[in-house]
């Protein structure tokens, strides 16, 4: 039975943590605080690198500041 206790612990404190419908911060659920990160993430991951942007004025813009 010794054996066996040390795994009963540790399986008992693997389910412990906050569910997907707990508080979490800013007033969302932990679960739409992680749905929220992992989108953040792909936005990022979507993100042109700096030397693909094109800075170029538009055709009927002024060429001096006013």
Known sequence: MKPVFPFLILGA???CGPAD?????????????????EAAEMLEARQLPPEE?????????PTTPQ
């Open 53 to 61: 942007i094109v800075t170029e004025p538009a055709e009927d813009a």
């Open 13 to 15: 404190l693997s389910a």
């Open 21 to 37: 419908n707990d508080p979490g911060p800013g007033g969302v659920t932990v679960g739409e605080a992680r749905a929220l990160d």
